[in-house]
């Protein structure tokens, strides 16, 4: 994935992002989160679009100043240092805070982007429905093919086990009906892959 999917009024932002987002594969990571924003716009079209994709483009930002060695125990089911997670909410607004200034992109309330950050991972309940979207087209990249490729790098899992993993852990918490129903969706089309795979080597 390229580029080439951002709004004109995004590509600076991405253009100075990007140079925090190679870590944990961040980079495409928020362009594939971007894209799923950008199809849950769609189907609600009373959120602001100024605010959640330069939300998106830059929530993940901060991990760039969380040591790579500790990234594992982040995230997932048995994460032992859940104290990262906020860590890095804090260094992204700071990160995000001057890309913003800097550009001052129009049409963009730069406080109210930088809040969404702020709490994207931590604060499990939306303050509004920019924020919903947010969190859910961050979640939803997990049922994206990179995204259970790359978890199941994280944690040596298996494509059946992540998946299953997402099933319990992350479908309970999207917030939006169409984020339901994308994560949905990836989920079916994950398992039937996993499994036609299956037939094919036959397993």
Do not use: C
Not at 21 to 37: C, E
Not at 177 to 192: E, T, V, W, Y
Request: glycine share 4%.
């Amino acid at each position: 994935m390229t580029a080439d999917t951002l709004l004109t009024r995004d590509i600076p932002l991405w253009n100075d992002a990007k140079t925090f987002l190679d870590v944990r594969s961040n980079d495409v990571h928020t362009l594939t989160s971007y894209r799923l924003a950008r199809a849950l716009l769609a189907e609600d079209v009373r959120v602001d679009e100024a605010t959640v994709l330069p939300a998106i483009l830059l929530h993940d930002v901060g991990w760039k100043r969380i040591d790579p060695a500790l990234l594992r125990d982040a995230v997932g089911p048995n994460a032992t240092r859940p104290d990262l997670v906020r860590e890095h909410e804090v260094h992204g607004v700071q990160i995000a805070g001057e890309i913003l200034r800097r550009h001052r992109p129009v049409g963009v309330d730069i406080d109210v982007v930088l809040a969404i950050i702020d709490r994207h991972d931590t604060l499990k309940d939306a303050t509004s429905p920019e924020d919903a979207l947010v969190k859910d087209a961050d979640k939803a990249w997990r049922f994206s093919p990179h995204g259970v490729a790359t978890i199941s790098g994280w944690f040596d899992y298996e494509t059946d086990e992540t998946l299953a993993m997402l099933e319990d852990f992350v479908m309970p918490t999207m917030l939006t009906n169409a984020g339901r129903i994308m994560a949905r969706a990836m989920l079916a089309a994950g398992r039937a892959q996993a499994q036609s795979e299956h037939y094919l080597k036959g397993i």
